[in-house]
């Protein structure tokens, strides 16, 4: 008990200062400390055990402790005396301060120890009191700051913290409970109720935070050094936690108040969000945010947009309906930046997008996908799609957009009486999803393989037909006479059709529609440009092997080399001298199996023409020996000089008609028998031939010869049957290769294995027809135990 | 007339080969039963056949079958031809008379007659009617190279041999190979794949029949058919 009393004195002594020293001195003590350690481990070896004990301590504990070493400092100098003499170190720390003739400096001991006076407690406590009152009272006080900072640290250094701690916390709370209580009962208006909160929240605010400023020392003596006691700012955030917990009906009223204020601003009323700050703030101070407001707040958030939801999904119409969501989710946001704790936007956010979309996905998609999609509202995609993406529903979007496809597709694909427009239309089709790909869906990858997918799923809905008219339609695009469309331009339709084409199961029917058209083209000399053929062979190779493309380009070799042998035929000595006078003819010399298979058809021809091909072959014979020449006069096509009334004309024809104009030079007047007995061309080609040079709109004209561009019906079956025939041969081929290998297999096994070798789309049906076709000609049979069993038979 | 002139001729003439085979003294009693067993068969056989091509043709067969008292359309002289072996849709020739007769133990008509119920049986059994159905269709290829069997024929012949078994599966069968289109003529194949599917196949409810199995084309169709006609 002396050594308290000891200690006061001294520090007394030195408190004029200390009231700033307490802070102001922090830096020069840590100084110290450091010049402690390296003083004490400098000097360690001669170190005497008294200056041990104080130093070490001192460089472990905190600046509490620093403080206390250095009051020690003066404090032990009295003890120095009593006991040894002074150390060496701190000789050596008194060097470091401006010299101090140390040894000099003697205090005595008071004989009489000092005594507090009588009331000395209860009479800082009274000062103390009526200032903490008036405070609450927003009173002035008489008593200045100053004193009462004095007074707060007398009773601290008299050991009367606790005291003074449990004092300030009754009146504290006496005048919370009060405040508190007062708010019971009070207007029935939820904002007015909430200002009120507000405003005494505030003031509870401010006084504490004078009150704290007083007890500043409290603060940071007696709390700080006794374990479980709040300090005051905590006390009276938990004094008022009490309080309001046992009044109910307050807590009740402001959060009530708290949601309707929210609800309203909902609704589009303006509130004053500084109040919702403010009280909100409040209570995430007091710890109860989460439990008191959030709770019924995300309750009542679901309750407000499930309603809201579902009226407006009725309403409205799918891109406003999604406008809304979109500001909605904005709006809740931004409360969260405006009032809310930052805590509470992801439940927010979550509740709301649940609620708004989450429930309504297959609503609106349902409702509104379509007509979106139809009206190639971009922007509207492109808000439901990253709307979709928060709560996670791109799969059932991305699956609307498959049978979207698939229903719009099939419409294009399915209608025979569309069949004209089927691939323009397609490639619009095609063009259209990828703009809304890409800027609807942010190029997402999954919704990019869904369109390839639904795509091709569409296209092969229809066997051939589609394959068939990809072809028509680049014959279109490559043959001559398409003015006004650019190299680029044609470029870059190829491409797109290339987009089609690789979607194509059925490649073989392609290829045999465009060999057919590329011939034609080639032979007729009707191709757009050659470059652009070339190009698209190159295309069509770079995506099916040089296997696909071999015989195309075949054809192509075959028409230059012809161009070589006419101008050598031209030069040649058989041409010079036997060639009858007056026409001119060149000779495309086709390789068979490159080109498509042309029916033989019989034609009687004009004595020069006859003349002309004799001398070509026995020219072409005695440069290629061991060939075999055959004529494919359907393919012929001429340029005959007219003299009508009205002037010369020149006609571009075909053979066939050049055969029947040719009869006319010598007759006025010829019946169809005497027409077909002099040129013994077959019945029905003749017809044709004959319709096409009277019939047409304008007869015997320069465009005459279109007859051999344009496309037969026998054409077109037998282009078709020729695929399908060739289809056999090779499931043929490829069961009689799979069972050579096998040979035993089950039917099952056999099918799996055909459909992974067989490149082209086939039914179960036709491959059991051909299986069974095999088996009579007896290449299998079935096993006598095991009628699902297959034997190879050698 | 001819014809039945020689065959009564034969009958009454039965007993006159004994003398050739009773020359033999060493042949014992059994193998001599036999022998006269044999002569007995072929002299049946000639009492049926014809002179100049020394076969059973068709007008033969239409007698034996009168001196049963059996139709020449039955099942059972489809079932005698079966244990004949006979080749050749129409004709017996004397070694396969041999065989079928022989092994019914048989050297009379009568004998013959009494011998066919006990043929029945036989033939109805498991083993031996998969054989006898597939026969059957053998049986009646009768030009060279031929594989299959028009449409009609095959009904008839389903009916024979199929229709006491599996009436209802027979009835329908041949319902739709008349009305359908796709198929002028059956295989064997064919053929075969229809008594798998009538042992195999529950019906009327067809619940078992898996179009992705080997099931023969015509039977997918006709299995379609069905369904279609029954919704």
């Known amino acids: ?794 | 007339m001819r014809r039945s002139a020689a065959r009564k001729s034969g009958q009454s003439n039965s007993i006159a080969p004994i003398t050739s085979s009773a020359a033999d003294l060493f042949r014992s009693a059994s193998s001599k039963a036999s022998s006269k067993e044999m002569e007995r068969i072929d002299n049946l056989f000639y009492s049926y056949a014809n002179i100049s091509s020394g076969l059973i043709d068709p007008e033969g067969i239409e007698n034996l079958c009168s001196d049963m008292e059996v139709d020449h359309t039955d099942v059972r002289i489809l079932m005698l031809a079966w244990k004949m072996k006979a080749e050749k849709q129409g004709y017996f020739t004397l070694e396969e008379w041999r065989r079928g007769l022989k092994a019914l133990r048989a050297d009379t008509v009568n004998k013959l007659k009494k011998a066919l119920p006990e043929l029945e049986k036989e033939v109805k059994r498991p083993s031996n009617f998969v054989d006898f159905y597939a026969y059957s269709f053998r049986y009646c290829l009768t030009e060279e190279k031929q594989k299959s069997i028009d449409i009609e024929s095959i009904c008839q012949l389903l009916d024979l041999v199929l229709g006491s078994h599996f009436r209802a599966q027979v009835d329908y069968f041949i319902e739709y190979l008349k009305i359908q289109n796709d198929y002028k003529v059956i295989n064997m194949d064919q053929w075969m794949g229809f008594y798998h599917f009538c042992t195999e196949i529950s019906f009327s409810d067809l619940s078992n029949y898996d179009p992705e199995l080997a099931w023969p084309l015509i039977l997918d169709n006709f299995v379609e058919w069905m369904q279609e006609k029954r919704t």
């Open chain 1, 1 to 794: 008990m002396s050594l308290p009393t000891k200690r006061s004195a001294t520090t007394t002594a030195t408190t004029s200062s200390s009231s700033t020293s307490a802070t102001a001195n922090f830096p020069p003590m840590k100084k110290a400390k450091s010049q402690a350690v390296s003083a004490c481990s400098s000097l360690d070896p001669s170190c005497n055990k008294n200056g041990l004990h104080h130093f070490i301590p001192s460089t472990a504990a905190d600046n509490d402790v620093v403080f206390d070493s250095s009051s020690m400092t003066l404090d032990d100098d009295p003890k120095l005396d009593d006991r040894s003499p002074p150390p060496a170190a701190n000789l050596s720390r008194k060097k470091a301060t401006p010299p101090q003739p140390a040894k000099k400096l003697v205090i005595k001991l008071v004989k009489a120890k000092p005594t507090l006076p009588a009331h000395f407690e209860v009479d800082t406590w009274a000062k103390l009191q009526s200032a903490i009152k008036a405070i609450f009272l927003k009173q002035p006080d008489s008593c200045d700051l100053e004193k009462l900072y004095q007074a707060v640290n007398d009773l601290c250094l008299h050991k009367m913290g606790g005291n003074l701690y449990q004092r300030i916390e009754k009146e504290c709370e006496a005048h919370i409970s009060s405040v508190l209580q007062s708010l019971v009962g009070q207007s029935p208006d939820l904002v007015v109720f909430l200002s009120l909160v507000e405003r005494c929240w505030q003031d509870l605010c401010d006084q504490m935070l004078m009150i704290r400023g007083i007890a500043l020392y409290l603060d940071r003596t007696y709390v700080k050094q006794t374990p479980n006691v709040r300090s005051l700012w905590d006390m009276g955030l938990h004094l008022f936690r009490k309080h309001l917990a046992l009044s109910p009906e307050v807590e009740h009223k402001t959060v009530t108040g708290l949601l309707r204020m929210i609800e309203r601003e909902r609704l589009g009323e303006s509130v004053d969000r500084t109040l919702l700050n403010h009280l909100l703030k409040m209570f995430t101070a007091l710890g109860i945010y989460a439990e008191s407001f959030e709770r019924p707040f995300l309750d009542c958030t679901s309750e407000f947009y499930a309603a809201e939801g579902m009226k407006y999904m009725q309403q409205s119409d799918v891109p406003d309906y999604l406008k809304h969501v979109e500001m909605r989710l904005h709006e809740e946001h931004e409360r969260c930046l405006l009032y809310l704790d930052a805590s509470t936007r992801k439940p927010l956010i979550a509740t709301a997008e649940r609620q708004l979309l989450e429930r309504h996905i297959s609503a609106i998609l349902d409702k509104g996908f379509m007509m979106l999609m139809d009206g190639h509202r971009t922007e509207d995609l492109k808000r439901m799609y990253s709307l979709f993406l928060r709560v996670n529903a791109l799969e059932s979007l991305r699956q609307a957009l498959s049978s979207y496809i698939r229903r719009a597709g099939q419409g294009i694909i399915m209608d025979e009486e569309k069949d004209k427009d089927m691939v323009s239309s397609l490639l619009e089709f095609k063009a259209s999803l990828d703009t809304i790909w890409e800027e609807s869906f942010s190029k997402n990858e999954a919704f990019c393989n869904t369109i390839k997918d639904a795509f091709e799923h569409l296209i092969n809905l229809r066997q051939n037909r589609p394959a068939e008219l990809i072809a028509k339609f680049l014959d279109e695009k490559l043959r001559a006479g398409n003015k006004g469309t650019s190299e680029e331009e044609l470029e870059g339709t190829l491409d797109k059709v290339l987009v089609l084409f690789r979607f194509i199961q059925g490649k073989d029917v392609f290829e045999a529609f465009y060999k057919k058209d590329l011939a034609k083209r080639l032979l007729l000399g009707k191709s757009a440009s050659i470059d652009a053929e070339k190009s698209m062979i190159s295309k069509l190779k770079t995506e099916c092997g040089s296997q696909f493309t071999n015989k195309l380009e075949g054809m192509f070799k075959d028409i230059e080399l012809s161009k070589e042998i006419n101008e050598s035929f031209k030069q040649s000595s058989q041409a010079r001298t036997k060639l009858p006078s007056g026409i001119e003819m060149s000779v495309h010399v086709l390789t068979t199996g490159y080109w498509p298979t042309y029916p033989p058809m019989d034609v009687r021809l004009p004595h020069e023409l006859n003349v002309y091909q004799d001398i070509f072959k026995e020219f072409y014979l005695s440069k290629y020996s061991g060939r075999r020449l055959m004529w494919q006069n359907s393919l012929g096509h001429c340029v005959l000089k007219a003299e009508f009334l009205k002037g010369k004309k020149e006609l571009a024809v075909s053979l066939f008609q050049t055969v029947v104009l040719m009869l006319f030079n010598d007759a006025q007047k010829l019946s169809f028998q005497d027409i077909k007995d002099a040129t013994s061309i077959e019945d029905k080609e003749l017809r044709r031939t004959l319709q096409s040079l009277a019939c047409g709109k304008v007869r015997v004209l320069q465009k005459v010869n279109a007859i051999q561009m344009k496309e037969t019906v026998e054409e077109n079956t037998s282009t078709t049957e020729r695929v399908f025939q060739d289809r056999q041969y090779q499931v043929d081929a490829a069961i009689v290769r799979i069972m050579k290998t096998r040979k035993v297999l089950s039917h099952t096994l056999l099918i799996t294995e055909l459909f992974q070798q067989l490149k082209f789309p086939i039914k179960p049906a036709d491959l059991k027809k051909r299986i069974e076709s095999l088996i009579d000609r007896e290449y299998l049979e079935r096993d006598k135990s095991n009628p699902q069993i297959y034997n190879y038979l050698a």
